[in-house]
Nanobody, 119 residues
């Protein structure tokens, strides 16, 4: 079993930056990818970015390309989401999730961390 824990959320002004961290624990060797998702009030949860733990390949949602950067440090079992040029519409609860090797779904989710961008 894998557990993930997000940290780093907070309140920031538009145009500012924040860096989220996601610490994985448990059977971390079984992790294939780590992803970031977000859910704004009244909206569905949406994909933000993901990084393959082994190959390092990265995927971004169009809405964050060029502004957000996902990375990982396998030695620390941690994934990061560096967010720059933040906009009020980026306000959401951000979730980290882990997807096991050979599995298509993200089944291991964190509790989420609030990111609020003021205009």
């Amino acid at each position: 079993q894998v557990q993930v824990l997000e940290s780093g959320g907070g309140l920031v002004q538009a145009g500012g930056s924040l860096k989220l961290s996601c610490l994985a624990s448990g059977r971390t060797s079984s992790i294939g990818s780590m992803g970031w998702f977000r859910q704004a009030p009244g909206k569905e949860r949406e994909f933000v970015a993901a990084i393959n733990r082994i190959s390092g390949s990265i995927t971004y949602a169009d809405s964050v390309k060029g502004r957000f950067t996902v990375s990982r440090d396998n030695a620390k079992n941690t994934a990061y989401l560096q967010m720059t040029s933040l906009k009020p519409e980026d306000t959401a609860v951000y979730y980290c999730a882990a997807r096991n090797l050979g599995i298509s779904e993200y089944k291991n989710w964190g509790q989420g961390t609030q990111v609020t961008v003021s205009s």
